[in-house]
């Protein structure tokens, strides 16, 4: 207690106690080692008091919490109307000799007059541990939060606040009530009329008799999803346990909405002691404090009417949103109240963030800005908005929504050219440090990507590469997108992900075009060493293979024994290289790993006793055989082949050794596969349906699965002169929200 007071008594005559306290938090990220061997952590605090106070008074309650390098403070934004606040970040880079973990504390006062005291210490108390975690290889990163400090709520309009508890390790975070008096909290109240949901951190408000402001006092645990051991410097280490399944049970509240949720099933703090020799305390613990006020009823809690709305394009909660160090983000937010004014937006976010706000009376907007700097690149920022209006002298808050940034690397320049049945994307190499092209891949995880001097390239056929397709009223919209991947061999795991998405858009119009039948264009992939190949997939007419089934013949119709003949052919920039048909199947759907098949040809060797190779040339493999043995049986019938490139006059590839018994030599396959490029992945590629001639019954419909299809390839055709290219960052594992290239103009 004695060094507390003591502080307290310093913050006193600092002149702090004069200040009104409306929450704080405090996060912080690991930011790896100083030449000196030193480590370097950053931390970033907000704090909330009537006035901007801005003050740095943490203090190291336990540990070693090292020394402080650098200081910077700033107001985010403050109140309009109605309450008197201002929410500050603090951002502090400290420099740590020892990795053992440490605590520092921060304490004040007083509370705002709450539903509890008209009074009170507050409390902020920060856990780090910086052992380097036996998962990630790196020391534990804490749980990214921030709120806005002041949130109203009408009593009689029930709510949900998805409280932010990001965590950038992916770790599982709970979020309790503070619970050790003195260093966690002050009143270490939980709200009867609240509940908490520990695990999704969700805080619901159900109803209260109180008018009055409600002082939370939360905290945030980070736990990981499975064992792992903290190793230090020093040699000595401790296991970290996920939280048990029995305490998740426990956390989950079911009351009744109209019973208030008190008391807490759980009151014991977190075990910090040993059981079963493992360690069951949180990675980091993190405070997160703010007030919720309690406002006298209003007639109506539909959002809209009397209570601000958020409106298209505001982000929806929870979005994951990328950023580039030195470029500006740019949110946009939009609310609207019939029957009060909406005239501004509450944020919370990072030091240096601004917004702007216009009104109409009825309709209000917002943009808000904030640039990253070098400094944050890595990090995950959150931020949170609430749209406020105001009637008479009353004060309204919408919903919380808050999203989190993802600080990236500016990707520079990055092209998407679209064709008839293609799009390619070329990325500048150097905006892509970090993400080597070896690590890269599109949709489909066979589809690698190539690359010159300059750019990394791929290309894919609007049917290849797991290209999906978007319909909107106007248009098809065909996406795929580059994404980072860690190859088995990888020691270190890279954190910074990204995903580049890009898609084509082709006008759809044309109702005609509706006639055209499934029929499957060209296949074309990219690949390191092979640049762009080509496959192209058609049935014939004869074995002379001279005319090919006409693309709006499709289905094919063919009757019982009728021979089918096929071509797969490749076409590739190389001259050297050489085709190879792994595997070939009918399936009654366009899938190839459906459960209902008949083999043609695996693993190289011919499996039915129809099939005729009429020649297996370089770049074309001609086969054919009888349809009857699975025709029959379905309506339709795909058939999808899987297929392989390879160099050619290069023994140890796939391709050179031809029929393969399974059976005889499993391993080989896989070992050698991919070996220095001499080949590439395995792609499937399909071609159908084909359908059995019957005597005129059963209409079949096309309404399947490929409709979708069935309806591109005639759009395309008539409308390709329109096509336009849209490049996408994302972040990955995210929420999809996409944001324009900042260098384009769209
Ligand atoms: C870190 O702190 C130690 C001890 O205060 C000091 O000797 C060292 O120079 C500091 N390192 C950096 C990079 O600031
Ligand atoms: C905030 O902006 C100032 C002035 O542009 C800059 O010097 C500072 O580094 C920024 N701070 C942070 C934490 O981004
Ligand atoms: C306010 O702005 C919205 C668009 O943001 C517009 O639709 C509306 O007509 C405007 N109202 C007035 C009264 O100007
Ligand atoms: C690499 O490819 C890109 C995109 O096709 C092209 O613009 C660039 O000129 C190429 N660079 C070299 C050195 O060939
Ligand atoms: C594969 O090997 C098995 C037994 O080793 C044999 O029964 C089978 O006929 C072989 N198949 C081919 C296609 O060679």
Known sequence: MAPSALLLLLASASGAWASHYYGGSMTFTPKGMNPDGSFRVDFRYKEAYHTCYQWNSWYCSSGNCGTQNRFEIGAVDRSATGSSWCQSEGFITR???????????????????????????????????????????????????????????????????????????????????????????????????????????????????????????????????????????????????????RRNKQATTTTPSTIPWWPSTETTPIPTTPSHGLQTGPLSKIPLQFSIRIDPAVSSCAEGLILPQFLSPTPTNGDLLTSFVNEELEIRLKATATQSSVNNFIISGPLNITKYITDNGTFADAVIWWTPTENDFGERIPICFIAESVSGSRVYHSEMRCVIVTVGHSFGEANVICTENTMTVEVEKSSIIGLHEDHLRLNDASCTLTSNSTHVIATMSLNSCGTQLEESAENLIFKNEITSYDKATDIITRKHHVEIGFSCVYPKKGKASLEFRTHKIPYVFTEKGFGKFTYEFEFFHSPLFHTMMDPRAYPIEVALNEMIYMEIKATSSLSNTVIFVESCRATPIDDPNYHTFYDIIDNGCVVDDTVVVYSSGQSTYHFGMEAFKFIGQHEEVYISCSVVLCMAENPDTRCSQGCRNATASPAVHHHHRRAASAETSTHYISQGPLRLKMAANQPVSTMGLNMNLVFIAGTILLAVAMVCAVVIYRAKGSKIKYQPLPSSDF
């Open 95 to 245: 420099n740590i000799s020892i990795d053992r973990p440490f605590q520092m504390r921060k304490t004040g006062c007083c509370w705002i007059y709450n539903s509890i005291s008209n009074s009170g210490s507050w409390r902020l108390l920060t856990h780090v541990d910086l052992g380097i975690r036996s998962d990630t290889q790196e020391p534990n990163r804490s749980p990214v939060t921030t709120i806005p400090p002041f949130i109203r709520v009408p009593q009689n309009c029930r709510r949900t606040y998805n409280l932010v508890a990001h965590d950038p390790d992916g770790d599982q975070v709970r979020c309790r009530y503070g619970a050790a008096y003195g260093t966690e909290c002050n009143f270490c109240n939980q709200h009867s009329g609240f509940q908490l949901d520990k695990n999704s951190c969700t805080l619901t408000y159900v109803s209260s008799s109180s008018l009055n402001a409600h002082a939370f006092e939360i905290v945030l645990e980070d736990y990981p999803r499975q064992h792992i051991t903290l190793t230090y410097t020093d040699g000595t280490t401790s296991v970290k346990s996920p939280l048990l399944a």
